[in-house]
Structure formats: C-alpha cells, structure tokens
C-alpha cells in the first residue's frame, strides 16, 4: 500500500515537472529563407511577464543545444535553457545563419560577417516579443556569441540587456598571437601567422594556399571576410559603449577563455554585473581543477548536468532586472 502511495507521489511529481515547461518551434525572417530556433517557457509565462533570454551561440559549427559535430555533445544550450525554465525564465535558442535548421537562410554559410549576426539577433527579438509579449529581450551570447551580443547592441532597441557568458574580452587578433606563441611546436611559423593576422586586420585578403597546411586551414580563404570582420572588433571597446544591463559571467576553469577576459570587461564598463564560477569550464560544466585532457574530456560527455551556479547567476540577473550589483569577492 505505501508503495502504491509512493509510485503515485513520484508520477504526480514527474506530470508536474513535465507540465511546468513547454518548448516549440520558433521562426524569425532571414535572407533568403527562415531562421530557425527552439522556445522553452514555463507553462505559465503567457501574459505573466516572464524574462526571455535569447541565446546566440559560440564560434564554427555550433547548434541551438551548444554541439557541433567537431567533438562538442555537451549541450550546454539546452541545459541551460532546461534550468532557467524551472526557475520561471523562457528562453529562446537558435541556429545560425546557414547552418542546421537555418540552413535555408543563405547558400553559404561561411558567406557570413559580424554584422550580418547581429541583424539575426534583432530579427530574432522582434519575433519573440510578439510571440511572448515581452517588452524586450534579454540577449545572451557564449564565447563567441559575446561578440555577436555586443554588436547587436550598438542597436539597443528591444534589448532588456546583455549577458556576456565565456566571451573574450580582447580583440581576436591578439587571442590568435598570444595562442601561436604559447605553443613552442608553432616556432616556425609563427612569423607566417603574424603577417597573415596583420593584415586580416587591416582588412586585407590573404593568399596562404603556400603556407604551412595549419594556416591554410585556420585561414581559410572561404572565410577571410568573417574574420576580418571579427579582427576589427574590440570587446571591451563595445561593452564600454553599452549602456544597457550587463552580466559577465566566466568560469574560473575555461580553457579558451580568462578570467582576465572577464576582468577586462568589467572594467571597460564598471556599470556590468562580473560573476566568476569556481571549477566551471566553457562549455559550463564542473572540472574540479580536472588537468587540461579531462577538462576537455567534458565537452564531449552529454552526461554532464549543468554546473551550479550557471543558472542562478542568470536567472536572479534577469529576474531582478539586470540589478547592477556584485556578489562579495565577484572578481572586477
């Protein structure tokens, strides 16, 4: 008998886990066809004036749930998206331009710059106000969503604030230098790869179909004119300019991006929110000070849940209203 009680508590308790949120299909206009994205809103958000967070995704091939088919299963998208549902945000996660299920946007995905990105945002956020009612939308981007987030904004139209999730505070150029140099194999290369970021950033197309297969394949000639449009965009310099909300959050355990990142934005625009997560890497999962194989070894373990503290720090942001305040001991 009480195991009957009990098997009933445990369905009532999984129909109401299952009740409280309800994803869909969502559609925002593009080039030459549909964007395509995932809404996930608790059941009660229509009317309630819920929070929306858009999320854009981080660099190369990257779907909506944060994989891509280089390696990357961790999913961190869709957890994340799970977790603020349960604590009353909905959420909006997307494909971008050309790739999976906007891939009908454009012929070529590579065929794409920064800007182009950042008019997908606002595209996005005009349909997600309609469809939610919300009066703006929260614009999150990881790693390199961050710069996407940040160019969007320069149009704050729509926007209820910006949240900055394993995004690079520094310009990409001097990310590629520092990473060249701090490999010892790269040495002979690396005057090759210098002149090529140079003038990638002087907005000059490069010929390396001569050079190292290494720099061949990183530069790409298919995709010159997305990094030049990345190479002439400074982080801190953008944030500097945002005059809206803003929430820095960065793992203390990414391997691709620093804590200096976080710091770097935090003081370009002393006004933003900076949140550092203990043993958090970037793809949001907990490492425990795991060394670099194991650290990298969570990126492709769908297994992992969510590392605490992500969704909080997002989910209190947002509910409060992008409150400007830094948690005690919040690295600036």
């Excluded at 209820?160 to 310009?171: D, E, F, K, Q, T």
């Excluded at 900076?274 to 194991?294: D, E, F, M, S, Y």
Aim: aromatic share 4%.
């Amino acid at each position: 008998m009480k195991s009957s009680k009990l098997l009933a508590a445990i369905g009532l308790l999984a129909t109401a886990q299952v009740a409280m949120s309800a994803d869909s299909v969502l559609e925002a206009p593009g080039p030459r066809g549909s964007l395509k994205g995932t809404l996930l809103a608790p059941a009660d958000a229509a009317g309630s004036g819920a929070p929306v967070v858009l999320m854009i995704p981080g660099s190369g091939p990257t779907d909506r749930d944060g994989n891509n088919p280089l390696g990357v299963k961790a999913a961190p998208y869709r957890l994340l998206a799970e977790a603020l549902g349960q604590r009353g945000v909905s959420t909006v996660r997307i494909d971008k331009r050309g790739m999976f299920g906007s891939a009908g946007a454009i012929p070529d995905a590579n065929q794409v710059v920064i800007s182009d990105y950042a008019e997908d945002v606002h595209s996005w956020i005009d349909v997600v106000r309609k469809r939610t009612g919300a009066t703006c939308v929260w614009v999150l981007g990881h790693s390199e969503g961050g710069l996407v987030a940040l160019a969007a904004g320069r149009r704050p139209e729509g926007v209820c604030g910006l949240i900055l999730v394993s995004a690079a505070g520094r310009p990409l150029g001097q990310v590629l230098r520092e990473q060249f140099r701090a490999n010892p194999a790269n040495a002979p290369i690396l005057q090759d790869a210098d002149s090529v970021i140079s003038k990638l950033e002087a907005g000059e197309r490069v010929d390396t179909s001569s050079m190292h297969p290494a720099l061949n394949s990183l530069f790409n000639p298919a995709v010159q004119g997305f990094l030049i449009s990345t190479l002439s965009l400074d982080p801190a310099a953008l944030i500097s300019a945002y005059r809206g909300k803003i929430l820095v959050l960065q793992g203390d355990s990414d391997l691709q991006v620093s804590v200096e990142d976080a710091k770097r934005l935090g003081k370009a625009n002393p006004s933003a929110k900076v949140v550092i997560l203990p043993n958090v890497n970037h793809v949001l999962k907990t490492v425990n000070g795991a060394g670099r194989q194991k650290n990298l070894a969570a990126y492709a373990d769908p297994s992992l849940p969510l590392a605490p503290g992500v969704a909080d720090a997002v989910a209190d942001f947002v509910r409060g209203g992008g409150r400007a305040d830094v948690s005690p001991g919040a690295p600036r």
